[in-house]
Structure formats: structure tokens, C-alpha cells
């Protein structure tokens, strides 16, 4: 919503809040009732609410957040929903090969889980003729827990980034937050079907450590531990499809000026 203050898209968005200092937004909570009439006619929902392991423990919450909203939307005739998952729901991978939205998920840890039980939750809304596009999120670059850890690092406290045997560090799919308003404006208003599922990442993997270099942060090599995991990343094929990607929606340096731009905008 920040960025989209600046560049707003070619259509009106209408921002939802639930707090009283949210007096610019439409007053609804999805789990308190219907979307208010005074909302009008809306063409696609985009529902980025969730809970997240950084919010505490009701994790399970997304399942009835996400039943909530589509009852919401169904009501309203709203017939295109953006639901947001996350790329938790494949688990660990197998080999380095990018995680396709064909392969079959097998969370490790209860965030994951739920993701995948409230996409499975969207099965009966789908058979009442809405389309739910499902985006399977991988990092998103400022709400992530390398550079958020990295606000605090110093000379006397470093970044940890683990080392592997080859002499590099992790790498994993990530978006820049302008790039993900930007590619979300695009899924809301494509002309055609969705999929309903769909891997949201740049096109090329970023290696964290480059990432915390490009934010200037301090930050440390340490040995990697035995169960660490290289490489975990996204094949953004089906995404590519639907949207066209700058080359440097993949830069690191690119993804740190737009989290700075975001963060500045505050």
C-alpha cells in the first residue's frame, strides 16, 4: 500500500484495517462479519492477512482467516481472490532442483501445515465458481528474517551466515516489495483464469550473504550446521507467464533500494 501510494495501479484499491487509526481504510475484520455494502462492487479481493511464526503461536488462525474471507467474498460477489501461502508448504527439498507448484508439499513445521490446510480449505469455494489464486510466497525482501536480524547487527554483534562446504552460503528465492505490489496489481487485473496455485519469487535465486552486503550490513561467515539446507528456491516459470520481470527485479542491490524506499515512506 505504500508503494502503490506513489505508483498506484491502474485501478482503485480500497485498503482494509481493523484498528481505530485506520480511518482512511474500509472498517472490516473478516472474522467479525461481511465486507460492509458501503465497500461497492469489487473485482478481485487480495487477501494478504495471515499469522505468521514471528506473531506468536495460532498458527492454525490462517485456516479460519482464509474460510472467512472467501465466505466474505462469495457473499459479495467478489469472484477472484489473491489468498496469500507461502513456499513453507514444500518442505525441505530433495535436491537442488526449484520447487515447482506441481510437486507434492511436505511441510516440516506447523506454519507450513497450516498453509497447506487453508489452501486445501479453498476446494469447496472453487466449487461455487470463485477462482482463488493461491501465492506461495517465498521471501520477501524487509519482511524477511535475514534483513530484519540485520537491522541489529554491529561490529561487536555480526550477521551469522552460514558457510557450506563449497565456500559460499544459503541461497533462496526472493521479491523485492515494490516488485510484489507490482506483480499483485498484475494478478489482480489479468485478463484471463489464475492458476490456483502460483510460486511468487524473482526470477534468479539470491545468495543471502550478497543480500546482507547489498543492505551494508555487518555481518560474519559461520560453519554451516549439519541439517542446514543451501539451496531452497522457487521455479517462477508459471509467474514469468503472467508477468513480464525487469532484469533487475533479481538484484539484490535492487531489492534493498526498494525495502529502503518502502521503510522511508513509513
Known amino acids: 500500500m505504500r508503494y502503490w501510494a506513489t505508483e498506484p ?13 485506520d480511518a482512511d481504510a474500509l472498517r472490516w475484520d473478516p472474522l467479525r462479519g461481511p465486507i460492509p455494502a458501503e465497500c461497492g462492487a469489487v473485482d478481485c479481493l487480495i487477501a494478504y492477512a495471515g499469522v505468521t511464526p514471528a506473531h506468536g503461536s495460532m498458527l492454525d488462525l490462517n485456516i ?12 459479495a460477489g467478489i ?17 537442488d532442483v526449484s520447487l515447482c507448484e506441481t510437486d507434492a508439499p511436505h511441510p516440516i513445521n506447523a506454519y507450513g501445515r497450516a498453509k497447506l490446510a487453508m489452501e486445501a480449505a479453498c476446494a469447496p469455494w472453487r466449487g461455487r465458481g470463485m477462482e482463488i489464486c493461491c501465492l506461495r510466497i517465498g521471501n520477501v525482501a524487509g519482511a524477511d528474517v535475514l534483513l530484519l536480524n540485520g537491522l541489529a547487527a554491529g561490529p561487536q554483534n555480526p550477521l551469522r551466515i552460514d558457510c557450506f562446504a563449497d565456500g559460499s552460503g544459503p541461497v ?8 510484489l505490489a507490482r506483480v499483485t496489481a498484475a494478478l489482480a487485473a489479468h485478463p484471463g483464469k489464475l492458476p490456483d496455485l502460483l510460486n511468487i519469487g524473482a526470477p534468479e535465486a539470491v545468495a543471502m550473504a550478497g543480500l546482507a552486503s547489498a543492505a551494508g550490513m555487518e555481518w560474519r561467515w559461520q560453519e554451516a550446521p549439519q541439517a542446514a539446507i543451501q539451496r531452497i528456491t522457487l521455479d517462477i516459470t508459471r509467474l514469468a507467464s503472467l508477468y513480464s520481470f525487469a532484469p533487475s527485479d533479481s538484484d539484490p542491490v535492487e531489492m534493498i533500494r526498494q525495502w529502503a524506499a518502502i521503510r522511508g515512506s513509513s
Open 9 to 21: 495501479p491502474q485501478a482503485t484499491v480500497i485498503r482494509q484495517g481493523r484498528q481505530p487509526e
Open 64 to 75: 479460519a482467516l482464509a474460510e472467512a474471507t472467501l465466505a466474505a467474498a462469495y457473499a
Open 79 to 95: 469472484s477472484r481472490v489473491l489468498l496469500t501461502s507461502s513456499s513453507a508448504v514444500y518442505g525441505v527439498p530433495s535436491s
Open 172 to 179: 533462496r528465492s526472493y521479491i523485492g516489495p515494490e516488485t
